[in-house]
């Protein structure tokens, strides 16, 4: 079973020890702040009051004896690199960091950051992109460039079959499923035509799908 | 054509405002901070320093002559709802607001704002169920019962094919696609074979995914 540790309890932190710890994690979580420290000692296994950058207290509390550590401390970026770098050179096998911008974020990978998180700059994205495409459902980013989006049929869709409307070659857009009412149509064959209300599973680049 | 609000520039609301105008939307930006204005300026139609909870200051602005403002105030909370009473009262048709906590965003909501954000919140519970989950990266819903899940290729499927795993009847899941690398296999033949590292893109409800 394995073990947490979450370094930095602000919004970000402090909502991931909560969440592994409700699941029936073990979570060790610490803060510099004593309040942030308090206000969640009750729901994690262990929660300690201290600088992350001191080695010493670090490798004392034991937070460094975990499976996973979560160090989420945004605006002293300067604290996040020293303290990531602690935890890797106390062999912590899995570091997930949060970073404040993408410098921030290059740097923690260089390093060894098994993982680096940027949550406000994925949700302004999403955000941008449902204001931007008519009919934006969702968005999960899949690989450099593309994203499967989960959107409304656009309405000059309606009534025109895949091949009608090219969607590979004019769009470079793949339509994998199409869920009609309650049937979900998966790889829909080229005769296939849209119809009214009709949510489309598309593959593609951002930009692309803001062209629709 | 929309036309965009954005008030408060920290992590969340410059990353909005720059991903309008990079699509080509007109969007006015305002922060009370000259810096973070001036970082901006450049890329927006118009950026303006001012204290949004200035109602004067906010009305002269033209910022409220917008068809959706976006509302990134966090540590303020107070500010954060005068600014969004204030653009109900100049009859902004559309307000986004980004909340800090969930009572912040209760009262938000309950005052009038269209829709409130979580970024720090909502990108918490998806890196804690990846966490938990093993192998699991991400999740959007896409009709009753069913998923679309992005997961860790499990080792078990490793040299396999598709066939040889009879996935579709055995588990009654849809591998949609399969990142390997750099490359994306759409609708991946029933001969693919699985290699490490791979990350799949699955259809299937949820129940299933997770006997993987
Ligand atoms: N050296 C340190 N050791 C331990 N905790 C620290 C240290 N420096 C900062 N923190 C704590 O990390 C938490 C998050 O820090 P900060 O507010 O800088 O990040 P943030 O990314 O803006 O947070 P949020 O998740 O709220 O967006 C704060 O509670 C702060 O007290
Ligand atoms: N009254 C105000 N008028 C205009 N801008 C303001 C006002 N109050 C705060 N701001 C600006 O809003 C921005 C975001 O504020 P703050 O840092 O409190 O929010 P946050 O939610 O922590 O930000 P982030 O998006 O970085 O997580 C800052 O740049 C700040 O200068």
Redo the contacts with the bound molecule.
């Keep these: 079973k394995k073990v947490f540790g979450v370094?930095?309890?602000?919004?970000?932190?402090?909502?991931v020890a909560k969440l592994l710890a409700e699941a029936g994690a073990e979570v060790i979580a610490?803060?510099?702040?004593e309040e942030?420290v308090k206000a969640i000692s009750d729901l994690v296994s262990k929660a300690f009051i201290?600088?992350?950058?001191?080695e010493k207290a670090l490798r004392e509390s034991g937070i460094a004896n975990v499976d996973v550590a979560i160090v989420?401390?945004?605006?002293?970026i300067e604290?996040?690199i020293?303290?990531v770098v602690q935890l890797l050179e106390l062999d912590v096998k899995e570091i997930i960091a949060?970073a404040?911008t993408s410098i921030h974020g290059k740097i923690l990978e260089k390093l060894g950051a098994t993982r680096v998180i940027y949550?406000?700059r994925d949700m302004a994205i999403r955000l941008a992109h449902s204001l931007l495409i008519g009919g934006f459902i969702e968005e999960i980013p899949f690989a450099e460039d593309y994203s499967i989006f989960e959107i409304k049929v656009p309405s000059y869709f309606i009534n025109k079959s895949l091949k009608d409307l090219d969607l590979r070659k004019k769009y470079k857009i793949t339509v994998l499923a199409i869920k009609r009412g309650d049937n979900v149509i998966i790889n829909p064959p080229a005769e296939e035509k849209f119809m009214e209300n009709d949510v489309l599973l598309i593959l593609g680049k951002a930009e692309r799908i803001l062209k629709l």
């Design positions: 370094i930095g309890l602000g919004r970000f932190g402090s909502n610490c803060d510099i702040n942030r201290l600088d992350a950058t001191d989420s401390i945004g605006e002293n604290a996040s020293l303290i949060k404040a949550p406000e």
